[in-house]
């Protein structure tokens, strides 16, 4: 019987050399015999749930040897638990862990989903916003915000970089890679900053890093203490915010007008703040651009409080009517400001790339946080972005972006014209949002609801640290098509209003 | 002659519609002409460095249209620069800033390198050991720890996945992943956890991050306070202490001995201890497995006194004797165990992808805290090691690779018997390095030197918080061939012979 079983059993298992070991204990010196111990071993893993249904199990020859044992016993443990339905085989697909399970109440439930009541976790990292509690965010369609024109992205060229560099890539590529980022890379975006944002640097200062996230993270752990009181725009980045309260830090939270930060009112609040974090280029959500006096005050009060200032250059290759303004990094003169930048809008986002560009003298120190935190980046992304730029393939495109940007904010800025007249629109023609507001409504209600409807609106008042002083959304047009623009508008009048009925 | 400029110029210029367009502001208000005002600006951008030497301009045409105005002052000023060396241009290549420039020195120091003597930044980020004081690490060579086997990696089947996705890729792959990762990697990495390791989890309490490092970080940022006191092995993992002592805890170094961590050492330096990060597989650097009785003291201690493990089970999937013992979180009833593992050690180093289990009732306070540190993993690479998994090349290269580890060991611990009798060995015959212990030397300043002869050897002592208790080395044999063995130790005998006769 139990050879026959074990002839039955081999001819199912020949293809089964990539199946996973699993962790099977046996004593040779125990009294129960082996093929009992290794029957009872499968059994409660199945049981308790580490082995799944439908998940392949090894040769009897494979764990055999793994286990340093003879190929009798495995046999006769694996008939066993065949004959009893732990395992099923099947011609073709061999044998595996049997789908059709006595319990699988007892498969799901871990024991140690047993949580005890006094858990001790951080109160910083109570962090407000689960993303299932806005559904708004990271969203597919109409006004995603941060979404880029997906469909335009010059795919072919892309994955020719990504096959070429499959085809050179050798051992050493796969070990850890410099924790600054790949020279190449570093040095193309040095002459690109220097170009188009009058940067000033070498590639030595330059870190790669995941995004613009990651790079305020690591400025914060270097240049910040958990109580250190810093500037942010009022309304600001949500997201931005939440990291600097994870580092502990105090938000000073600096009205924004039609010149971007205010200065003066900033040295009102706190003229001693640590640092200030800005978007210069396109302030996040109200879309202005800063004045160069404004650049000038900043950057004063920068030298004359000690202060840092965090530039974060967001969406700074979009601007569609007004001459370019330098970066603060490019017009200071005292190594008071990083500056930070990110591919991902300009990109891709889920290629997860940035930059910062680290004061000479700092350059170490943010190393060896750096290599601390996750030490370094992907060797082969990089790779492929630096060609990506080298061979002109990214100021193409970004060309072609700027015109392509421009002609769905026109449409969308004369769509909401046409259909919701009266609506406020602020900031300059730039970037791949632009920000509406409408007073007396509940804009997160709005866009909770409108979510439902598949459209995405990103409510303006969670961007406020303080009390929301001014209701609207913020609307991505990056993703939405010229064609389809109107449609949009027209579903985001039905949703403001649809709240309008509600309220009466 | 302008004309003539114009004519000449323009045959130049053909190819250039991949040059980035630099930063010229203009005004046309202003009394200067505007064919001086961009003369001037491209001028202070060549002598400021934001414009490098032999970086291609852009086409008359194209900067016209950009700064909106026609294209004869552009092209006047264009001549200008020509005419006085500041642009130069070549047959086939077009306009570029000039090689030769009058003075490099005024190109090289930028005006914002003058650096204020007060700058306030923080002490916990002074972390020890920056990288180019440490010759030993990260280099190319035998002994070097962490490095793999990288010639056996199954390139040629890595890259046809690398370029299936290629084809695969769509629109919907550029947006932002969810960032606890790719459910696809996370079923398979539940799977593989649960079959091998007896981890008890669901594919939702997966977080996919970039290495062991960052799982370290994000563990500690949602369970640890500044100031929270963690039992660290000792010796330990100096990058892990790092990133302890960058988030401000206090480490408690708790001895190993030959069954690991010393758990009533433990109690009796500090009963209270908010956590303690251990790796019970292969314990590094001394290379001890920890016993399934010492385990269950960790686990009894964690839940007496309400403390979080964190378990990086570290070089696994390597063991060459010993039955494996269930992990940490495995045998854990009380949702205690965060379970920390990464691919850099079965994969390769640069690819950046690990992950973390995540107690079920924290998944969400972990997500959060993620999303606000950079957003989430990368797609691309995640995809590809989800395929490698699923379709078996994950597990077949690991069997591959113990069985070759194994005999690169055998190598190793044979050639080091032959040449340097009396060397003590620690540890278990398991993972990707040995400790080697000699009493009354300076390991450090050996390894310094042996460095300078291509001789990677870490050095022990650093791997002490406290006073070193011991002197050695911490030897790394994935990346040296059997047949390379005896000659690397060879090596290592004259650098220990070569010191001897120094302090003689």
Request: positive net charge.
């Amino acid at each position: 019987m139990a050879q026959e079983w074990h002839n039955h059993y081999d001819a199912q298992v020949r293809k089964v050399s990539s199946a996973i070991t699993p962790i099977i204990s046996i004593d040779r010196k125990a009294s129960r015999p082996l093929h009992q111990q290794i029957y009872d071993e499968y059994r409660s893993a199945i049981l308790g749930g580490t082995l799944r249904p439908g998940q392949t199990v090894p040769s009897t020859r494979g764990l055999a040897s793994e286990l340093g044992v003879s190929r009798i016993p495995v046999l006769t443990a694996y008939a066993q638990l065949l004959a009893e339905g732990y395992f099923q085989s099947r011609v073709g697909s061999g044998t595996t862990i049997s789908l059709a399970l006595p319990s699988p109440g007892i498969l799901k439930k871990s024991p140690n989903a047993r949580v005890p009541s006094r858990r001790p976790i951080t109160n910083h990292s109570a962090l407000p916003g689960a993303i299932k509690n806005q559904p708004w965010l990271r969203r597919w369609g109409a006004f995603g915000v941060g979404q880029v024109a997906f469909e335009k992205f010059p795919f072919h060229m892309w994955n020719r970089l990504v096959t070429r560099h499959c085809r050179l890539v050798s051992a050493k590529d796969l070990d850890y890679g410099d924790p600054m980022g790949l020279k190449n890379l570093r040095d193309a975006i040095a002459v690109y900053l220097g170009t188009t944002r009058g940067v000033r640097c070498s590639a030595e200062q330059i870190m790669i890093v995941s995004g613009s996230q990651q790079a305020l993270d690591i400025c914060s752990r270097v240049l910040l203490e958990p109580g250190s009181r810093v500037w942010m725009e009022e309304p600001g980045y949500r997201f931005a915010r939440n990291l600097l309260v994870l580092n502990g830090c105090v938000i000073v939270p600096v009205p924004v007008d039609h010149e971007g930060l205010n200065v003066a009112a900033g040295v009102r609040l706190d003229g001693k703040a640590r640092a200030a974090l800005v978007t210069p280029s396109h302030q996040y959500p109200l879309g202005v651009t800063m004045s160069a006096s404004r650049r000038m005050q900043l950057l004063d009060w920068a030298e004359r409080s000690q202060s840092w200032i965090l530039e974060d250059d967001y969406d700074s290759d979009y601007r569609y009517e007004s001459m370019p303004i330098s970066s603060l990094q490019g017009l200071d003169r005292n190594s008071r400001v990083v500056y930070i930048g990110t591919f991902s809008k300009v990109v891709f986002p889920s290629l997860r790339l940035g930059y910062i560009v680290i004061p000479e003298d700092l350059v170490e120190r943010f190393q060896a946080c750096r290599v601390a935190m996750d030490i370094g980046p992907t060797t082969f992304t990089q790779a492929v972005m630096g060609d990506f730029i080298r061979e002109g393939h990214f100021s193409r495109h970004i060309r072609r972006m700027r015109s392509l940007y421009n002609e769905r904010r026109k449409a969308l800025v004369e769509s909401l014209g046409d259909e919701i007249p009266g609506l406020e629109i602020t900031g300059t023609q730039a970037g791949m949002h632009l920000c509406t507001i409408r007073e007396g409504i509940q804009d997160r209600e709005i866009a909770d609801r409108a979510a439902h409807a598949n459209l995405w609106l990103v409510p303006l008042s969670p961007s406020y640290a303080g009390k929301a002083v001014r209701q609207g959304f913020i609307l991505g047009f990056g993703s939405t098509s010229v064609e389809e623009m109107p449609g949009a508008v027209r579903k985001l009048r039905a949703a403001l209003r649809d709240v309008k009925r509600r309220i009466l």
